[in-house]
């Protein structure tokens, strides 16, 4: 078991240009989700997929982030137009979910790390 | 929405001391949670409570999901060096499983 991965780990862009972040779940895991971190704050949630399909969004979520999850293994994250307000840590977290949260443990990537300069 | 408010939001003690840290809500909660996060990575979980009244233990780390539903205390005993980072709490929601989190108390020991 290799864990979460995420990729890049580190990323430093210009205001206005585009960035993507990809990440791969733990195998087997149905469901992944997204979350934004900043300096000195805990992760807030932006959106999850069950499968393929993503079945919630936050309104952290503006309309210059889209996430996707093709196949229902590996996500990524686009940021569109990046602002420096979009600074942050982007975690994705993975689980095993077969309804309520007992037994159903999210474990989270080390995170990608976001500079807009 | 609801509201975690975590305290304290920092604590700076000398290795072998006890910690206490708390969570409170302003809603009943179904699940607490207890997460650390070292510099640089993702948080990971240290100790999971699903019914009120629970107390569980994970080494040095015992937490307890208070009765009313509304809190919750993590403790960890003889502290030590790597202990060091930010701990969250933070709530699982029935449907989707999605994590509510609190701001975090920030530990820091002195060897």
């Known amino acids: 078991d290799t864990g979460v991965s995420q990729d890049p780990r580190h990323k430093i862009t210009k205001r206005g240009q585009n960035v993507t972040f990809r990440c791969d779940p733990i195998s087997e895991h149905n469901r992944l989700y997204w979350y934004r971190q900043t300096l000195g704050q805990g992760p807030e949630f932006l959106t999850y997929f069950q499968n393929e399909a993503q079945l919630e969004k936050s309104r952290l979520l503006s309309d210059r982030f889209s996430a996707e999850r093709p196949k229902g293994s590996f996500s990524t994250l686009e940021i569109q137009r990046t602002e420096q307000g979009d600074s942050a840590m982007y975690l994705c977290?993975?689980?095993?979910?077969?309804?309520?949260?007992?037994?159903?443990?999210?474990?989270f990537g080390e995170g990608s790390w976001l500079t807009v300069v | 929405g609801q509201q975690l408010n975590q305290s304290p939001q920092s604590m700076f003690i000398q290795e072998g001391e006890d910690v206490s840290m708390n969570c409170t809500s302003s809603?009943?909660?179904?699940?607490w949670l207890w997460y650390k996060q070292d510099p640089g990575e993702g948080p990971v979980l240290l100790i999971a409570?699903?019914?009120?009244?629970e107390l569980t233990s994970n080494g040095r780390l015992t937490a307890q999901f208070g009765i009313t539903r509304k809190d919750s205390f993590l403790n960890i005993s003889a502290s030590i060096p790597s202990d060091v980072g930010i701990y969250f709490c933070?709530?699982?929601?029935?449907?989707?499983?999605?994590?509510?989190f609190g701001g975090g108390t920030r530990l820091m020991v002195k060897p």
């Open positions: 809603s009943i909660f179904n699940t």
């Open positions: 409570l699903y019914k009120a009244g």
């Open positions: 977290a993975s689980s095993y979910g077969v309804g309520d949260p007992s037994g159903n443990t999210i474990y």
């Open positions: 933070a709530e699982q929601r029935w449907a989707g499983n999605m994590l509510t």
